[in-house]
C-alpha cells in the first residue's frame, strides 16, 4: 500500500481559495489513480475528484466542477487539489485516496489507502 499525507486546509471566507497537497510514500505513487472525498459533520463520504495515474484523465463531482482542479506530480510523489470560488457548503474535511486496479472510480469502496484528512473551513 501506499501510504498518503494532507495539508493544506484551512479557514478560508467565501469566495477565496486554497491548495490541498496530498504527500505519497511507500510504493510507486505513479501506479495509483487517486482521488479526493470530503465529509462533512454529520453526512456521508463524499466523491471530489480523482485523476488516472498519468494525470491525463480527470472526473469531478457536479458540486465542484468548474471550481476545483486536481492535478498530480508524479515526479514529487504529490497530489494536489486548487479549490477556488469556495463555498461555505465546501467545508468539510478532506481525504485523498489511492486506487491500485485501473480505471478511475469515483466510488469510496474502490480506494485501498487513505490519508488521515485535512480540515476546510468556509466562512460566509
Known amino acids: 500500500q501506499v501510504q498518503l499525507v494532507e495539508s493544506g486546509g484551512g479557514l478560508v471566507q467565501a469566495g477565496g481559495s486554497l491548495r490541498l497537497s496530498c504527500a505519497a510514500s511507500?510504493?510507486?505513487?505513479?501506479?495509483?489513480?487517486m482521488a479526493w472525498f470530503r465529509q462533512a459533520p454529520g453526512k456521508e463520504r463524499e466523491f471530489v475528484a480523482t485523476?488516472?495515474?498519468?494525470?491525463?484523465?480527470?472526473t469531478y463531482a457536479a458540486t465542484v466542477k468548474g471550481r476545483f482542479t486536481i492535478s498530480r506530480d508524479n515526479a514529487r510523489n504529490t497530489l494536489y487539489l486548487q479549490m477556488n470560488s469556495l463555498k461555505p457548503e465546501d467545508t468539510a474535511v478532506y481525504y485523498c485516496?489511492?486506487?491500485?486496479?485501473?480505471?478511475?472510480?469515483?466510488?469510496?469502496?474502490?480506494?485501498?489507502?487513505w490519508g488521515q484528512g485535512t480540515q476546510v473551513t468556509v466562512s460566509s
Open positions: 485516496a489511492a486506487h491500485a486496479s485501473s480505471g478511475i472510480p469515483v466510488s469510496a469502496n474502490a480506494y485501498d489507502s
Open positions: 511507500g510504493r510507486a505513487f505513479s501506479n495509483y489513480a
Open positions: 485523476i488516472s495515474w498519468s494525470g491525463t484523465d480527470s
